[in-house]
């Protein structure tokens, strides 16, 4: 499988060491990481994915492979800014949010849209006309999100 980790460039202490988790017990589960790439929960999920052997793919918004965390396996450019949140919800099976901005925002819409499974740690809550949307599986750990994220 193919998870997708999104998260903000800047994130706080607590959801950098939860994105890092992630990333190892994704790896540890066999699964590959795909992100925007850079910095944040971004690049804390990486460095969580390789700690165990992970392989990691980074969308970068510009156009240069060097903008990539140090954790990033694969880089791959896009030009697009961040239009690139559509590449990396399309790239994934499901996906994980921690914390995160008005672009975890948007990659969560797109994944909802396009019938991905959207497990939050931490992150946003919908709501339509008052009523809350379940759209997002809620987890309470790294662990309970990525035991959501992978069961069929």
Do not use: Q
């Not at 950098?16 to 910095?39: I, K, M, N």
């Not at 690139?84 to 008005?102: E, H, K, L, P, Q």
């Not at 991905?116 to 997002?136: H, K």
């Amino acid at each position: 499988m193919i998870i997708a980790v999104i998260g903000s460039a800047t994130c706080t202490p607590a959801e950098a060491a939860a994105a890092e988790a992630v990333g190892r017990l994704l790896a540890e589960a066999g699964a590959v990481l795909v992100c925007g790439g850079r910095g944040g929960v971004m690049a804390a999920a990486c460095r969580g994915a390789k700690s165990a052997g992970g392989l990691t793919i980074g969308i970068l918004p510009g156009v240069d492979a060097s903008e990539a965390n140090p954790w990033v396996d694969v880089p791959i450019v896009t030009g697009l800014g961040e239009a690139r949140n559509a590449i990396v919800v399309r790239s994934a099976d499901a996906v994980i949010a921690v914390g995160g901005g008005y672009g975890t925002l948007s990659e969560i819409a797109f994944a909802l849209k396009w019938g991905r499974r959207v497990v939050g740690l931490d992150t946003w809550e919908l709501a339509r006309e008052g009523v809350p949307d379940r759209g997002i599986l809620r987890a309470e750990t790294p662990e309970e999100a990525v035991k959501l994220v992978l069961s069929p």
